[in-house]
């Protein structure tokens, strides 16, 4: 088992930091993706009993729930608190939505929801939410969510303590 410490250190050598940040792809829609992921992670706060079993392999998985909750509300909450977001917050949501985005992606929701359709967003739920979320992320941040995923999957390395982790980063954004 490794330690956060060791893990933080092994995540910033694997990505490229600057002032404790990943620099984002700059993309010309990059105004209304932020507006997008606060009403996504809105959904996901609102929705949270809802998606954080989805997927898991069974039930004994209720640590890792409570970790996906407390995580998704503490990002919830920096956000609220600074108004930013950061490679921190889109990887930390990536980390927590990752068996319920697998689980959509199994049933096909990302080819049978569009995103892109104003009716879909009157009745969104945590669905949307996570496609919305996943996918804008993965513009932004390509090439460090995939490195940042390929020390996750190591088995030294454990959900939680990624999580712990992104949250340390996110708190020394100040």
Known sequence: MTTIRSLSERITQAIKLENNDVPSIILPQQREMANMSRLSLDLLVRDLKSWTPIGLPNKKWTKVINVFERTILSINADINKNGRWSFWHYSAICQVTCFAYLDLIKREKHNTINLNDPKVWDSASWEEAVLT???????????????????????????????KTLLWHINQLG
């Open 133 to 163: 979320l996943n996918f804008i992320s993965g513009r932004l941040y390509p090439n460090a969510l995939s490195r940042l995923q390929e020390i996750s999957a190591n088995d030294d390395v454990s959900i939680e303590d990624v999580c």
